[in-house]
């Protein structure tokens, strides 16, 4: 994303100073940067900093470096730090990591045990679990153990499956609950619902509800919404806030958005953040803006 020497210097410097002052943002922005100019060690620290602040994507990232480590004990645990903060990429790299894992079994019996003590936590991470190794059912019913203990998160997953499922209405309820407990992906899914049901007021406030905990998703659908209706200044806003959050589709659209501005590098950087996290037409929206940059 830095191309220039003297511009990483600048951003460098810049970071290390707001890292000083204790912004976690910078802290992670800084691990990204001396990340890719190999310091290792520093960019761990970086990243333990951000995540130490409550920063999502420092805790994501620094599972991501504990991962390439060996530590899956600590990737496993930051991955859920950054999915309880709303990065919605975070949900990803608990199945990639529990897929590939040396003890999957050894994994799900430590948190079926804290499940069975009446664990909420233990029991939405176990239905997290459940689903990377492919049990949906299992997945469903630690869920609902979760949500029935009153887990904000387990409802808005239980909603999740009880969707797939076809239980509208089930899901509706579930996610109602986890929005009531304050969960933001819980209220973007409401967000979602009522938008579907053509109800654009109560759609709004439960995406703003959700942008303002800090929910990737939520930020990412309010801006759909906004745009919508026509007010691009507070789509491109709320895309901007997705993407600092991890979500896939707020970088894409931020990038959409800024080719129209005529920020072509910008446009360009943010839809490669975009393909990295796993948004498929991001790679086509890049090579439309070079061919017609040639």
């Known amino acids: 994303m830095l191309q220039r020497p003297g511009v990483e210097e600048a951003a460098l410097a810049g970071f290390r100073e707001a890292d000083e002052r204790g912004d976690a943002g910078a802290a992670n922005d800084l691990g990204v940067l001396l990340g890719r100019r190999g310091d290792r060690e520093g960019e761990l620290a970086a990243y333990r900093r ?23 004990a600590g990737a496993l645990a930051a991955f859920l730090r ?10 990803g790299a608990v199945r990639a990591l529990v897929k590939k894992s040396k003890d999957k079994e050894g994994v799900l019996a430590a948190f079926r045990r804290a499940d069975e003590a009446g664990d909420g936590d233990a029991a939405r991470t176990l239905g997290m ?33 009880l969707a797939l499922s ?44 959700a942008d303002e905990r800090g ?15 026509g007010d691009d200044e507070g789509a491109l806003a709320a895309y901007r806030r997705a993407d600092d959050r991890g979500d896939a589709q707020g970088a894409n659209n931020v990038g959409l958005y800024l080719y129209l501005q005529g920020d072509v590098d910008g446009a360009l950087a943010a839809l490669r953040r975009a393909e990295e996290r796993g948004f498929a037409q991001a790679a086509q929206n890049a090579r439309v803006i070079l061919s017609r940059r040639r």
Do not use: P
């Open 129 to 161: 679990l459940l689903e990377a190794v492919g049990d949906r059912d299992g997945a469903m019913a630690a869920y609902g153990r979760a949500d029935d203990r009153g887990h904000a998160r387990g409802a808005a997953d239980r909603g999740r499956l």
């Open 82 to 91: 950054a999915d309880e903060r709303g990065v919605d990429s975070a949900y």
């Open 166 to 209: 076809g239980d509208e209405a089930g899901a509706l309820a579930a996610n109602v609950r986890a929005d009531a407990r304050g969960d933001g992906l819980g209220a973007a899914n409401l967000g979602a619902t009522l938008s579907q049901q053509g109800d654009d007021e109560g759609a709004l406030a439960a995406l703003r509800r």
């Open 50 to 72: 951000a995540d130490e602040r409550g920063d999502g994507m420092g805790a994501k990232n620094l599972g991501n470096a504990l991962w390439q480590r060996g530590d899956e």
């Open 215 to 229: 929910d990737g998703h939520g930020s990412a659908l309010l801006g759909i919404l906004l745009q919508q209706q």
